[in-house]
Structures are given as structure tokens and as C-alpha cells.
């Protein structure tokens, strides 16, 4: 197969495999987030966890990294910062 129609081959995202995709990445990020939070809890012990909506409108630097902010669910760090806060002895 010549290169051309190898990318197309590679990259044409039909329905089932786009939502995969999309499925996957939702969760590595939600496990990295999670990841994140628990090393936080455990070795810095913060009494009071602060978040900030943080918004992602407008250019960003690169095709991926739009990309990847398209996929991520706006609401995964509130979720897992109101779910192992308390836990790790912290409030939100």
C-alpha cells in the first residue's frame, strides 16, 4: 500500500471507531487525573483543595493538543477532586 492511502486508511474515523477513541482517551484521562490527585493527597496533605473553571476557547498552540481538549470532558477534575478529597483527609 502506497503511503497516501495508508494515512487515509489509518485515520478514517468511522462511528464505531471514532467513539472508541473518544471512549479511550476520555478514560486515560480520567485515570492520569486521578493518578495526579491521589500522589497530591498522599504526600503534600492540603486541608483545602481549590479548583478554578479553567476555559480552553479560542487557537490553541497545536492540532493535538485542540485535539485532545475537544476530547476531554470538562467536568473530570471536579468530579475526581469531590470524590478522593475527603478521603485524603482534604475539602474542596
Known sequence: MRSKPRRIHKHNLGKKKRL????KA?????????????????LQRPSVIVSESLD????????ELSRRLLQMRSCVL???????????GSRR
Open 20 to 23: 472508541s477513541r473518544l471512549f
Open 26 to 42: 476520555e478514560t486515560e484521562i480520567g485515570r492520569r487525573v486521578g493518578l495526579s490527585l491521589r500522589q497530591l493527597l498522599k
Open 56 to 63: 480552553f476557547r479560542g487557537k490553541a498552540l497545536s492540532k
Open 78 to 88: 471536579q468530579e475526581r477532586i469531590q470524590l478522593l478529597a475527603p478521603g485524603g
